[in-house]
T-cell receptor, first 113, second 115 residues
């Protein structure tokens, strides 16, 4: 069965600092991996996804993530945080032809001045 | 292109009452999903439709939850009777196809509070 672990339910960074949100997955077959962002009282918006092409995936708003099979990881990074990045971030996995998404518990990103 | 529409946005009911949520997916999207997001947790899939057929309802509490997508377009999710633990945000999502690589597009959700 597929699963996702997000380390750190809350992450706080200063504006302009590096953002690193961690995601580890478990999957019995080659996975598809996703990062979604959720702003207060809104639905989830796709940031980026890995679908077995390039292992370094670039997304919207300057975010990127690297798929590392040996570490079963798909960490999300952004070189310089902006106040508007404050939100909840979810990592998710799906397998093969089954599109069911299994989500992690989320990481709330706080950006301070 | 219009996104996924959901209504109502908020609902407050008492336990043992019934409630229904509506979802209209992005035009042309064959696959529709309902997720439950409890406070502090990630969304959990309740049911997945491909056109008007059910693909996965393994985590749907069928004694109280039901869902339908009669014409393969919009969908309703019903809870009857509601319990306190049903308080959550109910998210509807849609995707063009049903494979694992497809992007799911989410609506704004319906926030349910059961008193």
């Amino acid at each position: 069965a597929q699963s996702v672990t997000q380390l750190g339910s809350h992450v706080s960074v200063s504006e302009g600092a590096l953002v690193l949100l961690r995601c580890n997955y478990s999957s019995s077959v080659p996975p598809y991996l996703f990062w979604y962002v959720q702003y207060p009282n809104q639905g989830l918006q796709l940031l980026l996804k890995y679908t077995s092409a390039a292992t370094l995936v670039k997304g919207i708003n300057g975010f990127e993530a690297e798929f590392k099979k040996s570490e079963t990881s798909f960490h999300l990074t952004k070189p310089s945080a902006h106040m508007s990045d404050a939100a909840e971030y979810f990592c998710a996995v799906s397998e093969g032809q089954a599109s069911k998404l299994t989500f992690g518990t989320g990481t709330r990103l706080q950006v301070t001045l | 292109e219009a996104g996924v529409a959901q209504s109502p946005r908020y609902k407050i009911i008492e336990k043992r009452q019934s409630v229904a949520f509506w979802c209209n997916p992005i035009s042309g999207h064959a696959t529709l999903y309902w997720y439950q997001q409890i406070l502090g947790q990630g969304p959990k899939l309740l049911i997945q439709f491909q056109n008007n057929g059910v693909v996965d309802d393994s985590q749907l509490p069928k004694d109280r939850f039901s869902a339908e997508r009669l014409k393969g377009v919009d969908s309703t999710l019903k809870i009857q009777p509601a319990k306190l633990e049903d308080s959550a945000v109910y998210l509807c999502a849609s995707s063009l196809g049903g494979s694992g690589r497809e992007t799911q597009y989410f609506g704004p959700g319906t926030r349910l509070l059961v008193l």
